[in-house]
């Protein structure tokens, strides 16, 4: 108001000189457009500097669900498609974004602090609400896109139901189904289009399939609290070797040859066993002091309440068992979306 009521007064004094009228209109009009407009300027720059820029961005949050996800910068590197050093470089650039330390280096490899604990439990439903957003902009349209999903082995079937209904508000618009029936042989089903997505542990895809890394999940050891292997800190090769080893029943030839080779190598020893096709007779079968279970963390971690079962990792290091997420190439879009949902919602039988 001081500006406009001012100018009015020169308007009315050079008015009464009608040689400067003209000009002095001119100018006042000139001048009142320039007030408003740096009015307008300074009511903008307001307005954005009332939301906080994030440090961090998309990248920084991919680099560390892929770091979390493979526990090591050398395995996150092929999923993200960078070199070692570059995956090591982007993690200290989002630490010292972020200021503060994400990820400790064990013999175990790399574990999240609680700092990374709470980055990666959210960051995986936030890429998918971004990826979400941009499918409803491009196409504000289009009706909810059903998927059905199955799993390769049955003990992600222990979570992921729970997981899929807490994850559905990150994932609107996504009709997630389990085809459980298909879990004997999901790639053939993937190939038949009895299925969508898949998650795999070693079967290997064929086709025109597609896969992308998922994460990992360990495989753990479990014995009686009385059992003498109870006082070790890991259990080694060569207690593997002089113990009964109680496992499924139905567990796939692929797998067993995994988990083999990769304790022993090439020269896998003599082996007792003692199989069952529940794991409710396993876990008993351990806490009766028959051997030694077997199975994934996410198993092992519903029967540990009690203090009758103690767990034990593999001596040297964790024992992890990639997981991949592979999908119908039509399906490229929804199997993204679902990787970055569940990326960090694997439950883990213990943090460190």
Sequence with gaps: MTFSSGFNSIKGRLCRDGRRASNAYCCYHRCVYRIAKIDRSMSATRTTSSFRRPRLDVRDLQVVLAV??????????GTLHLSQSAVSRALLMAEDKIGARLFDRTVRGLTPTAAGARLIGAAGPFLAQLADLE??????????????????????????????????????????TLVVDQTNAPVPALLAGDADIALLTT?????????????SDEIVF?????????????????DLRENVLITSSTTPAAESHWFFTRVFGRRIPKLRFLRFPLT?????????????????????SSYL???????????????????????????????RRLSEALAGSAPRAYAA
Aim: aromatic share 6%; glycine share 6%.
């Design 68 to 77: 979390a996800g493979a526990r090591s910068t050398a395995k996150a590197a």
């Design 135 to 176: 499918s409803v902009v491009a196409a504000p349209a289009d009706a909810p896109v059903h998927v059905r999903l199955v799993c390769e082995c049955y003990t992600a079937y222990r979570w992921l139901p729970s997981a899929l209904v807490k994850l559905r508000p990150n994932l609107p618009r996504l009709e997630v």
């Design 203 to 215: 079967a290997s895809v064929r086709g025109n399939l597609r896969e992308r890394a998922l994460f």
């Design 222 to 238: 479990v014995v009686a609290a009385s059992h003498p292997l109870a006082a070790v800190t890991s259990i080694a090769p060569a």
């Design 280 to 300: 409710e007779a396993i876990v008993d079968a351990a806490r009766a002091g028959m051997g030694i279970a077997i199975m994934s963390e996410w198993i092992a």
């Design 305 to 335: 309440g009690g203090g009758e079962l103690v767990v034990k990792r593999l001596k040297g290091g964790p024992l992890l068992r990639p997981w991949r997420i592979a999908y119908r190439p039509e399906h490229e879009t929804s199997a």
